[in-house]
């Protein structure tokens, strides 16, 4: 309570707020920043932490030949400026999660694509000054050859490919180039960019390359938890590649006996779609008989068991084909 006072009492003046312990200097310097038309000054406002984010490199085109037919494919298909960071983006959400510091991610600061024409189809490699500046060359003829159908999705899938190799890790160069290789045909897999070729297979080594190994990837991503792909390109960030210890420390297994039980689980996919192959067969098999029959026996609809259930038809399909 104020003591009474005897002065006159003055117009009254607009109430100000009183400073007090409630209220927190970052409150008092919010709203002087918003007396300023509005704006915070930096260290105006308590910012909740930005969310990471993946690094941004700068992105190059270099046509080399304009008059070459595969420029006109590839432009009539593809817009440089958002094709090139969209595959930069995919590759990089797949390969890592994003942190404060990125330190986990290898240095890229800048990514050049040239488009000539050469034999093969695409490879990718540091520039001569610093290896920290990547090139992409893709082959023009190869573009050119593309079937219209496929043009726009082969594009993008080659280049994904490509990315892929401007951010993985390689164990300090050991690591053996088809596991490389079929972490690049993973990543184009998930990006949903495999061409209609491309199919999963047993048989062979492990480390053959390219979709072969790129199908296991994406099994062992199944059997072993989502981030396997991810799990394995780290570890091979700064250690140089020993095949014992690398998958057991990762997955408790030798990848050798990862390879049989892959192996395994496609020899039961392609039973279970033979089966349902058959399965269709008999039925329309059945379909047909009973037609003969509802013909033959007047009506009553009596059905022909010898194509009902896992028949000796599908058995000798799979003996056949385990041979
Ligand atoms: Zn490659």
Known sequence: MSAVSTEPTPSPLPVRPQEGPHRSKDEDRRKAGLKNG???DNDSITRPHPKPSFPTPKLRLSTLDLDHPGSNVFFSNWNPSKALSEAVDVVLSLLYQPTKNNHHIPACRSVTLFLQGMGGVAYTTGSDLDIDHKEIHFSLDYINGIPPARQKDEIQGVLVHEMVHCWQWNAV???PGGLI????????????????????EGGGQWDAGYQHTGYFLEWIESACG??????????LKD?????DGFWEQLFGKKVTLLWKEYEGSLFKEQKMVMKIQDEGENRSKSHETDWD?????????????RFEGDGPVAKDRLNENRA
């Open 38 to 40: 509005g704006k915070h």
């Open 173 to 175: 160069g050991t690591a």
């Open 181 to 200: 290789e079929g972490i690049a045909d993973f990543v184009r897999l998930k990006a949903g960019l495999s061409p209609p070729h491309w199919k999963k």
């Open 226 to 235: 989502e981030d396997s792909v991810r799990k394995i390109n780290l570890a």
């Open 239 to 243: 250690k140089k590649y020993e095949e």
């Open 293 to 305: 029959d509802d013909i033959e026996m007047n009506g009553e609809g009596k059905k022909d068991s």
